[in-house]
C-alpha cells in the first residue's frame, strides 16, 4: 500500500477503527503509524490537555528526545499551544524558518517539522494529535495532509467519548447490580426480544437455575406452559407503550421452577432506556413468603429512577439560575439548527452581558450580585417566548436561541428582554444589560455542519455584544454585516 495516497490512508483509517480486539491503545499505535508513515515524519503522540500540563498519552517512533508515554511536560515548552491557539490543523516543515527558534518549544526540542490538530471530545478540548521530526520537511504540507490528520483527530474524539460513555454506563450498570444483588426479592432484566440478560442470587434460588442456564433464554421458560403463548402476546403489547407497573397493580401470575413446580408470585415491571434498546427490569415476588418486601422493592426503584433523572437534568441546568448551561444550551442548538436546516427556516441568537456587573458585586457583595443573576434569569424567562431557549453562558453571560426567527423578530425580542432588564425592580442598584443579535438566515446555511452553524452564530453574536458595549452599553447591536437592522438603544437609567 502506497501510505501517501489519500484513499489507501482512508482505507487503513477504516480498517484500524473496526478493529477492536487489540483494544482502543492498539488502534491508536496504529493509527500513529499510519501518521509516521504518510507525513514521512519520526515522532507521533496523542496528548491528554489540562489546564498548563500536557501528558504524553501515546507514543510512536524513533525519537532522540527520550520522549516515553505518560510523561508529563508544561504546555508551554510544548507545540501544543501553538496547535491549540490555531484552533485546527497545523502544519509547519520548517519551523526555523518559519520564525520558532525563539518559541520555547524549539529551544527545548529542536523539532524543525511539525503537523499537529487539536483533538475534541464532546465539544471540550481533549488534547492534540501531532507529528513531528528534528529534521526539516522537504517539501511543505499539502491541504490533503491537513483533511487526513483532521480525519483522523475526528475519529479519535469519537472513539474517546463512545469509551468515556460505555465506561460510564460499565460503571452504572455495576452500581445497579450491585443495588439489585441487594434486593431481597428476585429481579430479572430482559430485553427487547424477551431474553433474559441478568438476574440476581434471589431470583436463581427462587426459579431453582444456574445463572448460565437463564442467560439469553426467553422469560417465557420461568411461567407455566399453559400460557406461555398469551405471556409472549402480553409482553409484546406492553413494549409497545411500556410504562411502570408497580406491585399490585398488574396480574397475578404462577411462576415455574425448574423442576417444573408452580408457585404464586406478583410481578412489578420497570422500562429502562439504554443505548441498546428499552430493557425491562422484572421485579418476582414469591406471594407464598415474600409479600413484606412489596413497598421496599417499589421505594427502591423509585429512589434509582428519580436519582438518575436529577442527575441527567443537572448535567444540563445551571444550579445558580435553573436555566440550561452551556452543554445544555449546545446539546439544544444541534438539533434546532438541524431542524432549521432542514425546512428552510432562520434561526437568531442572542448574546447577553449584564453591564458593569463587577462593580455591582464589588459594592454590594456576592450573594448580593447572585440574586441579581437570578432576577435576570427570570426577566429573560418571562421576556422570552415558549420556543426560546435561554441558557446561562458563563458568568453574567446570557444567551437565547431564537427558532424560527429572522433578524427583524430577533432585534423585537432583544429589545424586549433589554427593557425588561432595566425595569428589574427590589435590587440594590439599577441594571442593564447589552445585548448581540446574530442571525441565519433561510437557506443560508446550505450543507454547514451544524457545529460550524453553532460556532459563527455564537461568533457574531459575541461581536454584535461588543459593539453594544463599545457604543455605551444597554443596547442591542449585530455585528458588522450581519442581517440585523439599525442598533436599538436607550438611554442609561
Not at 388 to 397: F, K
Amino acid at each position: 500500500m502506497n501510505i501517501a495516497d489519500n484513499e489507501s490512508v482512508i482505507r487503513r483509517l477504516y480498517e484500524i477503527s473496526a478493529e477492536y480486539s487489540g483494544g482502543f491503545p492498539a488502534q491508536v499505535q496504529a493509527m500513529l503509524q499510519v501518521g509516521l508513515e504518510r507525513f514521512g515524519l519520526d515522532i507521533g503522540i496523542l496528548s491528554r490537555i489540562r489546564g498548563e500540563k500536557f501528558e504524553l498519552l501515546h507514543v510512536r517512533g524513533n525519537s532522540r528526545f527520550n520522549l516515553k508515554q505518560g510523561a508529563v511536560l508544561p504546555l508551554g515548552e510544548t507545540y501544543g499551544k501553538v496547535c491549540l491557539a490555531a484552533g485546527a490543523p497545523i502544519g509547519m516543515s520548517d519551523l526555523s524558518a518559519e520564525g520558532y527558534r525563539e518559541d520555547p518549544a524549539y529551544g527545548r526540542w529542536g523539532v524543525e517539522a511539525y503537523i499537529g490538530v487539536p483533538v475534541t471530545v464532546d465539544g471540550e478540548i481533549y488534547g492534540t494529535l501531532s507529528f513531528s521530526s528534528p529534521n526539516p520537511r522537504p517539501v511543505p504540507f499539502t491541504r490533503s495532509d491537513l483533511d487526513i490528520l483532521g480525519l483522523m483527530a475526528s475519529w479519535l474524539g469519537s472513539e474517546i467519548s463512545r469509551r468515556e460513555k460505555e465506561e460510564a454506563l460499565r460503571k452504572a450498570e455495576e452500581s445497579f447490580r450491585k443495588g439489585i444483588e441487594a434486593s431481597p426479592a428476585g429481579m430479572i432484566m430482559v430485553d427487547q426480544r424477551g431474553a433474559i440478560t441478568y438476574a440476581n442470587k434471589q431470583a436463581l434460588v427462587m426459579f431453582c437455575y444456574e445463572f448460565n442456564e437463564l442467560l439469553g433464554t426467553s422469560i417465557e421458560v420461568l411461567v407455566q406452559e399453559s400460557v406461555r403463548g398469551e405471556h409472549v402476546r402480553l409482553r409484546e403489547d406492553y413494549l409497545e407503550a411500556a410504562t411502570a407497573r408497580e406491585m399490585g397493580k398488574g396480574r397475578h401470575l404462577d411462576g415455574r421452577r425448574k423442576d417444573g413446580k408452580v408457585f404464586p408470585v406478583e410481578v412489578g415491571l420497570n422500562p429502562l432506556e439504554t443505548p441498546y434498546g428499552t430493557y425491562i427490569l422484572c421485579t418476582v415476588l414469591d406471594l407464598t413468603e415474600r409479600r413484606e418486601f412489596e413497598e421496599q422493592i417499589l421505594e427502591k426503584t423509585r429512589k434509582l429512577q428519580e436519582s438518575n433523572r436529577a442527575l441527567a437534568e443537572q448535567a444540563l441546568r445551571d444550579s445558580l439560575t435553573g436555566l440550561a448551561n452551556r452543554r445544555g444550551l449546545f446539546a439544544q442548538m444541534e438539533s434546532i439548527l438541524r431542524l432549521a436546516r432542514r425546512g428552510n427556516h432562520p434561526t437568531s441568537l442572542l448574546m447577553l452581558d449584564v453591564d458593569h456587573f463587577k462593580d455591582f458585586n464589588d459594592a454590594h457583595g456576592h450573594l448580593a450580585g447572585d440574586e441579581a443573576l437570578k432576577a435576570v434569569a427570570g426577566a429573560l424567562e418571562e421576556a422570552a417566548r415558549r420556543s426560546d431557549v435561554v441558557a446561562r453562558y458563563g458568568g453574567e453571560e446570557f444567551v437565547v436561541l431564537l427558532p424560527e426567527t429572522g433578524a427583524e423578530g430577533a432585534r423585537d425580542v432583544a429589545e424586549r428582554i433589554r427593557a425588561r432588564v432595566a425595569s428589574l425592580r427590589g435590587l440594590p442598584s439599577p441594571l442593564t444589560a447589552s445585548i448581540g443579535v446574530a442571525t441565519l438566515a433561510a437557506g443560508s446555511t446550505g450543507d454547514d455542519d451544524v457545529r460550524e452553524m453553532i460556532d459563527l452564530l455564537l461568533h457574531e453574536a459575541d461581536e454584535g455584544l461588543y459593539l453594544a458595549k463599545e457604543k455605551g452599553r444597554n443596547r442591542v447591536e449585530a455585528a458588522p454585516g450581519d442581517q440585523g437592522g439599525p442598533a436599538i438603544e436607550a438611554p442609561l437609567p
